[in-house]
C-alpha cells in the first residue's frame, strides 16, 4: 500500500470512530447527564477551543517537530481522553465538567493533528493531484460522517451512550498504528530556529494581506461560527423539540456528511466549468439558503427540512472548503505553509466554539429553532465577503494578482 493510501486509511480510520463518536458524546450529555442547553454550548466550544489558544503556534510547532511523530502522540492523546468517560461512569464519576474536560483535550490533539495533517498531504501528492487528493479526503470525510452518526445513533440505542465512545478510543488507537508505518519527514533543518513569535507574525501577515487568502479565512471564519452554533443546537433540537430517538437523531445528523460527499463529488467538475472565484461567491449563498432552511417545519415536515437545509449547507461549505483548502496549498511557499494553515485555522476554527457559546446562551431564553434561524443567518457574511474583495469579477483564484511583497514572498 503506498504512502497516500496508508495515510488516508489511517484518518479515515480515526474519522469513523470520531463521527460516532460525535453523537454519543452530546447524548451522553443529555441522557445520563441531563445537561442544559449552556452546558450543551460549553461541551460545543470546548471542542474547538483549543484554536483560540494555540491555533497560531501551531504552525510553528509542526515545523519544527517530527510530522508523523506529531501525529501519533495527538491520536493516543484522543484515545486516552475519550477512553476515560466509560470508566468515569462505570465508577459512578461522570460529570459534565469531565466531558468538557475530555472535549477539551480532544480539541488541543485536533490543532496539532489536522494542522500536520494538512501540512503532510502536499508532500505525498503532486501539485496536479491536489485538488483531487483534497476532494478525495473531503468526500471520505463525508462518507465517515454520512455513516458514522447513523451507525452511532444505532449503537446508542442498543448499548448506551457512554459504551459507544470505546469505538472512538479504538478508533485513535488504529490510526496511530497505521500513522507508524509512514515515513518520517526528512526536512532540512536549520541549526537555530527564528524566534516564535517572529514566525508566527510572518505566517499571519502573509495570509492577512493576501488578496485571497484573507477573504477566504474571513468568510471560513463566518461558516465555522454558524457550524459551532449547530454542534450546540442540533442535539438539542432534535431530541427536545422534534423529539426524535437516537437512531433517528443518527439518521438526521447523516444528512450532513451526505451533503459533504455530494459537495466533494461535485467540486472539481464544477469549479473547472464555473471558475474557482465564481464558484466561491454561488456556493456561499446555496450554504445560506440551507442554513436558513434547516429549522423550518413541524413533524415530518420539520424532519424533511432538517434534512435538505443541510444538505445544501453542507455541499455548499465542502466547495468553499475544498477550493480555498487547495489554493493555499498550492499558492503558499513551502516554507510558510505549515503556519499559513494554522493561521487560517486559528481565526475560522476559534469561530466555532464562539457560535457554540452563543447558541448555548441565546437557546435557553429564545430556544432551539429560534436560535439556528437567527445564527444561520450569519452564513450569508461568505458569499458577501468575496463580492467585497479582489475575486470579484475574476474567473479563477490564480488569476488574482499579488501586491509587490507577497509576490516576492511567492
Not at 28 to 51: C, H, N
Not at 97 to 111: D, E, M, W
Not at 374 to 393: E, I, K, N
Request: charged fraction near 10%.
Amino acid at each position: 500500500m503506498s504512502v497516500f493510501w496508508r495515510w488516508w486509511a489511517a484518518g479515515t480510520t480515526s474519522g469513523l470512530g470520531s463521527a460516532i463518536g460525535g453523537v454519543a458524546l452530546p447524548l451522553t450529555a443529555l441522557a445520563v447527564l441531563d445537561a442544559t442547553p449552556f452546558e450543551m454550548g460549553l461541551i460545543a466550544a470546548a471542542r474547538y477551543a483549543a484554536w483560540l489558544v494555540i491555533g497560531l503556534p501551531a504552525g510553528v510547532i509542526v515545523q519544527r517537530l517530527p510530522l508523523r511523530g506529531t501525529q501519533i502522540g495527538a491520536d493516543l492523546a484522543r484515545a486516552a481522553a475519550v477512553g476515560s468517560v466509560p470508566l468515569a461512569w462505570w465508577a459512578g464519576q461522570l460529570t459534565v465538567a469531565h466531558l468538557v474536560a475530555t472535549a477539551l483535550v480532544i480539541s488541543f490533539a485536533n490543532v496539532l493533528f489536522d494542522v500536520a495533517n494538512a501540512t503532510f498531504l502536499p508532500e505525498i501528492a503532486g501539485r496536479d493531484q491536489l485538488q483531487s487528493r483534497n476532494s478525495l479526503t473531503s468526500g471520505t470525510h463525508a462518507a465517515t460522517e454520512l455513516g458514522g452518526p447513523s451507525v452511532g445513533g444505532v449503537i446508542v440505542q442498543v448499548l448506551g451512550a457512554v459504551p459507544t465512545l470505546l469505538v472512538d478510543a479504538v478508533s485513535y488507537v488504529a490510526s496511530a498504528v497505521l500513522l507508524r508505518t509512514l515515513p518520517a519527514r526528512r526536512a532540512v533543518r536549520p541549526d537555530r530556529w527564528p524566534p516564535m513569535g517572529a514566525m508566527i507574525r510572518e505566517g499571519f501577515g502573509y495570509v492577512v494581506r493576501h488578496p485571497a487568502m484573507g477573504p477566504g479565512m474571513w468568510a471560513a471564519t463566518a461558516v465555522n461560527f454558524v457550524c459551532g452554533a449547530q454542534l450546540a443546537l442540533y442535539p438539542l433540537y432534535l431530541v427536545r423539540e422534534l423529539h426524535a430517538a437516537p437512531g433517528l437523531v443518527g439518521v438526521l445528523l447523516a444528512a450532513d456528511g451526505a451533503g459533504t460527499l455530494i459537495g466533494a463529488a461535485l467540486t472539481t467538475r464544477f469549479t473547472d466549468a464555473v471558475g474557482t472565484a465564481r464558484g466561491l461567491i454561488v456556493s456561499g449563498f446555496v450554504a445560506t439558503a440551507g442554513a436558513l432552511l434547516v429549522p423550518w417545519g413541524a413533524g415530518l415536515t420539520a424532519y424533511a427540512c432538517f434534512v435538505l437545509g443541510n444538505l445544501a449547507f453542507a455541499a455548499g461549505v465542502v466547495v468553499l472548503s475544498v477550493t480555498t483548502r487547495t489554493y493555499r496549498q498550492i499558492a503558499s511557499p513551502p516554507e510558510l505553509l505549515s503556519r499559513v494553515m494554522a493561521t487560517v485555522r486559528f481565526v475560522s476554527w476559534g469561530a466555532i466554539p464562539v457560535g457554540g457559546l452563543t447558541a448555548g446562551a441565546l437557546a435557553g431564553p429564545l430556544g432551539a429553532r429560534p436560535t439556528l434561524l437567527a445564527l444561520g443567518a450569519v452564513t450569508v457574511c461568505a458569499p458577501l465577503v468575496w463580492l467585497f474583495s479582489p475575486v470579484r469579477g475574476l474567473r479563477d483564484l490564480t488569476d488574482v494578482t499579488l501586491p509587490g511583497r507577497e509576490a516576492a514572498v511567492r
